[in-house]
């Protein structure tokens, strides 16, 4: 992190500002907004935020570490990056930005099914670490050779979405005329002409496009078919007969994301799941949903049988603190990273990471923690 960047942007709030001053409206708020009215991703930050920790001064204490474990695999900091669709249309060559950030700095990278990197790619950006994140196509065919091609990528997790049997409702993206994928309307066309550095690196990336999907995608379709097709592919509504075949062929490790209630937890283990992330895709699903905090707390008791990480909300190094002092083995952001990239472009991933971490381990040396196991130790119930 550059001193100057670090001086500028020592917080998420201040990439976010500078972001939504970089993206033509229809981006930012595509990236920015909940759902309906807000509640859930206001209610995600605001209640991780009452988590309280306490520091143990007058322990023998030389400095933290801030290594972690989980899935077997060893990551320099408990967070990582959270799958994001359409990531091209937010800021062009984003999670080309992001993987390779992550692999700097050796954080884990998910990679959506709908963005606009395809797997292999990703694959080679990563040294073959980056996770997959799959949405569960409807047919099979499809889905086994989504699931070989991860496999022969060499991801060593498969994340497998459940958080989504509808889209969510969003107002912003209904206003602007937003769909998967975008229309091009006269309004969306006069706010990318007011946002030229957007404009610039779209021309120079190209429009963005499904790069995973591209082979099962029929050609010449306009933007419009375009949507229908995805529609078609997909299905978001999961149970264990959708599950088992994709547990039977997956050989690496099978995570389960958007996770939010006790009972799909443990149905989760009887799966065979070798992980959950408890999340609620950052409030853009259900208004009415917990935070993914207290989605959380019923969920550690299980901790012994699949590893439990979480995402939605956080948006600080004190608040992964929080969720890890919590009980979850591991944390995601989505947005926080975006906002980075946008704000930041090629800069961006290294100093978002680079600023988490630093906020991270301050908050570990200011509690006296050694380790990132210990940290539920210095909850306050
Ligand atoms: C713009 C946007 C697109 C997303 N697309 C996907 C996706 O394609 N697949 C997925 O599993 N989650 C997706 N998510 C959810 C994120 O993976 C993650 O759960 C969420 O962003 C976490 O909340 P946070 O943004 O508050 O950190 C998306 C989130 C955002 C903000």
């Known amino acids: 992190m550059t001193s100057e960047i670090c001086s500028r942007y020592p917080s998420i709030s ?8 970089r993206l033509p409206q229809f981006a930012f708020e595509y990236l920015d907004g909940g759902c309906n009215e807000d509640v859930s991703i206001i209610r995600n930050t605001a209640e991780i935020r009452e988590v309280q920790l306490q520091p143990r001064y007058l322990r ?9 474990k989980v899935l077997g695999m060893e990551f320099d900091a408990p967070f990582g990056i959270s799958p994001v669709g359409l990531q091209g249309l937010m800021w062009p060559n984003s999670p ?4 390779k950030a992550a692999q700097k700095h050796n954080v884990p990278f998910i990679l959506s099914s709908v963005t606009t990197m395809g797997i292999e790619r990703a694959s080679e950006l990563t040294e073959g670490k980056a996770w997959f994140q799959l949405y569960n196509p409807v047919d099979d065919a499809v889905r086994n050779d989504i699931i070989d091609r991860a496999e022969a990528a060499g991801c060593p997790v498969l994340v497998l979405l459940c958080d989504v049997p509808t889209f969510g409702y969003r107002p912003r993206d209904i206003r602007n005329g937003l769909a998967l994928p975008p ?8 706010q990318i002409l007011g946002k030229p550095a957007w404009a610039y690196n779209t021309l120079k990336y190209g429009q963005p496009t499904f790069e995973t999907l ?3 995608t029929p050609e010449g379709l306009n933007l419009k078919q375009l949507g229908q097709f995805m529609d078609r592919t997909f299905s978001g509504k999961l149970n264990a007969e959708k599950i088992k075949p994709i547990r039977d062929k997956w050989k690496g490790k099978l995570v389960l994301k958007g996770v939010a209630s006790e009972q799909d937890t443990k149905d989760a283990i009887d799966l065979g799941f070798d992980g959950i992330i408890v999340s609620n895709h950052g409030g853009r ?5 917990q935070s993914t905090i207290n989605s959380l707390r019923e969920m550690t008791k ?17 608040d992964i603190a929080r969720a890890m002092a919590s009980g979850a083995k591991f944390t995601f952001m989505g947005r926080s990273f975006m906002y980075g990239a946008a704000a930041l472009g090629n800069k961006g991933g290294d100093h978002t990471i680079s600023m988490v971490k630093t906020q991270f381990k301050q908050v570990m040396d200011q509690l006296c923690c050694g380790r990132v196991e210990d940290l539920p130790n210095h909850l306050i119930k």
């Open 214 to 216: 591209k082979p099962y």
């Open 96 to 99: 080309e930005i992001l993987a």
């Open 183 to 190: 229309k091009m309307s006269l309004k969306n066309i006069l």
């Open 285 to 289: 699903q259900l208004d009415a949903a």
């Open 14 to 21: 201040d990439l976010r500002e500078k972001a939504k001053n």
């Open 60 to 68: 023998n204490f030389g400095e933290s570490d801030t290594q972690t």
């Open 302 to 318: 299980y901790g012994d049988q699949i590893e439990i990480m979480i995402d939605s909300g956080l948006r600080s190094g004190p």
